[in-house]
């Protein structure tokens, strides 16, 4: 029942992600076992007791250890698991391509999700239905940075949060009207940006700028989303800030 999962990636250093130590519980197919076992039978408990007795049955003793104790806790009056049926069933896990984060601070990216992993929503899914090399670059230009500095909403303490609504309408320039020439030039730069490279940004940026016909410099570019983020930052300390760190946002309740 374990599903390699990511619950954040604030931390990485790297724009692709292929190894993880951390699991969500996947009950989707043993619910729905459960469920087909059940069709046509009269019985007095609901789907949750009768997926205990079936883990009960198997000797599946640790993962009913866990979810009696989540239920000892009060975890199904919850919010987001009350939704669930049974409360523990989180149903389809999405496996998305690109990682982006809800919360973002003085970092602003996305990761390639190489290891197909199923994140929490501190985690928003982005799948790519065409120009799949190329766009994933392209969400890691200071062009992407500035447009969701302007798209997303400033959050106590600085906070930069994109919701669902907000990621799916953020405008990314269109690789349908560029040149060969500079899907390539981005394509090659990008790679290089995953292995490390220090400017091979500078040359995504260069190539959209050139693409976008925009009449400025990648350092100036660069200059603009500094003061961007900086005065989303520095701005917040004047605020009340009712949430200091980014970390508290990790099981936020995106619903």
């Known amino acids: 029942c374990l599903q390699p999962a990511i619950r954040s990636i604030r931390n990485m250093e790297s724009l692709t992600l292929s190894e993880t130590d951390e699991y969500l519980l996947d009950f989707k197919e043993y619910v729905e076992e459960v469920r087909s076992d059940q069709q046509g039978l009269r019985s007095t408990s609901d789907l949750a007791e009768q997926v205990k007795d079936k883990l009960r049955e198997d000797g599946y003793t640790s993962t009913l250890r866990y979810i009696q104790h989540g239920e000892d806790e009060g975890v199904p009056n919850g919010n987001t698991v009350s939704q669930h049926t049974p409360w523990f069933n989180l149903d389809n896990l999405l496996v998305p ?10 970092r602003v990216f996305t990761v390639d999700n190489v290891g197909g992993f199923a994140p929490t929503n501190a985690i928003q899914c ?14 890691n230009s200071t062009v992407y940075k500035i447009m969701l500095e302007l798209w997303g909403r400033h959050e106590g303490g ?3 949060q994109l919701l669902t609504y907000e990621v799916s309408s953020v405008p990314v320039p269109n690789p349908n009207k560029m040149t060969q020439s500079q899907i390539e030039q981005i394509v090659k730069a990008g790679e290089r ?3 490390g490279s220090k400017d091979a940004r500078d040359d995504i940026d260069q190539t959209l700028l050139e693409f976008l016909e925009l009449e400025m410099s990648v ?6 989303h500094r003061g961007m983020m ?5 701005g917040a ?8 760190d980014v970390d508290d946002f990790d099981d936020y309740n995106l619903d």
């Open 97 to 106: 391509e690109i990682l982006h984060p809800v919360f973002y601070n003085e």
């Open 230 to 234: 900086k005065q989303r930052i520095e």
């Open 126 to 139: 982005v799948d790519v239905n065409h120009h799949e090399e190329t766009i994933e670059y392209i969400l």
């Open 193 to 195: 940006l995953v292995n």
């Open 158 to 160: 600085g906070a930069l």
């Open 219 to 224: 350092e100036e570019l660069q200059a603009a």
């Open 237 to 244: 300390a004047s605020e009340n800030v009712m949430i200091k």
